[in-house]
């Protein structure tokens, strides 16, 4: 049988498998898997993500969940060593605290009176930040940096993932129509079968019916021995 060109073999197969499943354990996407095998087989990373869902990813499914159970392991293991050692105040969180205060009436007087003093949120804020070292305010700073970068990286995802499923449909369009071509063509053909198949059962009748109308010979021996046609 002849081969395309474009066939997949199983040592391809196999380098999707595995790259696929390296990208979920590490936390990247199966966008970034698709790309990379791309690169390596010189194939788009839709035809990569096509041949995944397709045919490949249903005898890895076990795979699949295991790879996943291990990148939940090592994020969870990442996450306690890059836990933020202050988190601030939510500043949509509004109260009031009553604080006691002993002052003198004056430099003579020992009496003391109780002054209640009213913390709003933003003292309180004030008051907290006070204990903070310079570390804390650069770690803070740091995670909040991290998270904005890493909300810009997985917009970009999410737009290459939107650009890979445009591709994904409009090749699925497409095959469709393929197909769809394909099965009128082997529908006209066979009709085409059927119709010669009646053309030659209805000649060969026509042969069988001549041969029956033919008149046959008869044959006599004269006193010579030669055999002589007898006309009828």
């Not at 990208?23 to 970034?32: D, F, K, M, P, V």
Request: glycine content about 2%; proline content about 3%.
């Amino acid at each position: 049988m002849i081969q395309r060109q474009d066939a997949w073999s199983e040592e391809d197969d196999l380098l999707l498998a595995e790259t696929v499943l390296r990208h979920i354990r590490e936390g990247s996407t199966q966008l970034n898997a698709f790309e990379e095998v791309g690169d390596k087989l010189n194939r788009t990373s839709a035809a990569c993500g096509f041949r995944w869902n397709a045919v490949v990813r249903q005898d890895y499914m076990k795979a699949i969940d295991l790879a996943k159970k291990q990148r939940k392991q090592r994020q969870r293991a990442l996450g306690e060593k890059t836990k933020p050692l202050y988190t601030p105040p939510d500043p949509t969180f509004s109260f009031e605290v009553s604080e006691e205060i002993m002052v003198e009436k004056d430099a003579g007087n020992e009496e003391a009176a109780v002054v209640t003093n009213t913390i709003t949120p933003e003292r309180s804020y004030m008051q907290s930040s006070k204990a903070l070292s310079m570390d804390d305010v650069i770690l803070f700073l740091s995670n909040l940096k991290n998270s904005d970068h890493q909300s810009t990286n997985m917009q970009q995802k999410n737009d290459r993932l939107k650009m890979e499923n445009k591709e994904l449909a409009d090749e699925i369009a497409i095959l469709k129509k393929q197909l769809e071509q394909t099965e009128r063509e082997f529908q006209t053909i066979q009709e085409d079968y059927q119709a010669l198949v009646k053309i030659m059962d209805r000649a060969r009748k026509m042969v069988l019916f001549e041969d029956e109308e033919k008149p046959t010979n008869t044959f006599k021996m004269d006193k010579n021995g030669n055999l002589e046609r007898i006309a009828k």
